[in-house]
């Protein structure tokens, strides 16, 4: 069974950094798309960064300059590296996979909260 399991949340300062980890347990055929999405309170979840199959990444416009997302060579591991964060980046991170054709596969992380205050 694969299971996605994040760390690295926490309560910061405004300015500080934060990084983010999610490890895949499980086997997970043809990843295609790895990536941070964040919901706050009384909002829809978006997308905050993304990294292909290829590499190529994409970012939110809100964290752009500020957050960088990375993985492993073997494709196990995501990273979200937070820098300069704001109050207004106080939400649940989660950390998304998605597999096969057509992305048919979905994975969810449980969500890490991240907490900034002014």
């Known amino acids: 069974q694969v299971q996605l399991v994040e760390s690295g949340g926490g309560l910061v300062q405004a300015g500080g950094s934060l990084r983010l980890s999610c490890v895949i347990s499980?086997?997970?055929?043809?990843?295609?798309?790895m990536g941070w999405y964040r919901q706050a309170p009384g909002k829809q979840r978006e997308l905050v960064a993304g990294?292909?199959?290829?590499?190529?990444?994409n970012y939110a416009d809100s964290v752009k300059g500020r957050f960088t997302i990375s993985r492993d060579n073997a494709k196990t591991t995501v990273y979200l590296q937070m820098n300069s964060l704001k109050p207004e980046d106080t939400a649940v991170y989660y950390c998304?996979?998605?597999?096969?054709?057509?992305?048919?596969?979905?994975?969810w992380g449980q969500g890490s909260q991240v907490s900034v205050s002014s």
């Open positions: 998304n996979v998605r597999a096969g054709v057509g992305n048919r596969d979905n994975f």
């Open positions: 499980g086997s997970i055929f043809s990843i295609n798309l």
């Open positions: 990294i292909t199959r290829g590499g190529n990444t």
